[in-house]
């Protein structure tokens, strides 16, 4: 039973079933939910690309981290690089989702474990 639990932490969602069930669920056509999701993620890019944060309360924060200059090693070559000072896109998970995922986590672990002792 424990691989059912990994199963359920691997389970992935591409965004074109994120779509369908959004039309499923609103009864909005697919063609209108796509143009918003992909109008959504577009605001999100140009603004982080702007240096903008992007706030969603409770869900989390679209977030740009600063990489400092560092000193990495080419292994092949044996040569030190400098890697310049950088900016990636960071996502931070709202403590109510994380506190959500971890509850539900919990209890898919719990389920596997009573249908464990059930087969027993």
Not at 38 to 59: C, Q, T, W
Not at 73 to 95: L, V, W, Y
């Amino acid at each position: 039973m424990n691989e059912d639990v990994r199963t359920l932490k691997r389970k992935k969602m591409t965004k074109a079933e994120v779509i369908a069930e959004i039309a499923q669920k609103t009864g909005i056509e697919k063609v209108d939910v796509a143009e918003c999701v992909e109008a959504f993620f577009k605001v999100i890019k140009n603004s982080m690309i702007e240096g903008d944060n992007v706030y969603v309360r409770g869900f989390g924060s679209f977030v740009i981290k600063k990489r400092a200059e560092k000193t990495a090693r080419n292994i092949s070559k044996n040569t030190a690089i400098i890697i310049p000072e950088h900016f990636i896109p960071s996502f931070k998970p709202a403590k109510v989702f994380v506190e959500k995922v971890k509850n539900s986590s919990a209890k898919a672990k719990m389920a596997a474990s009573a249908e464990e002792k059930v087969e027993m």
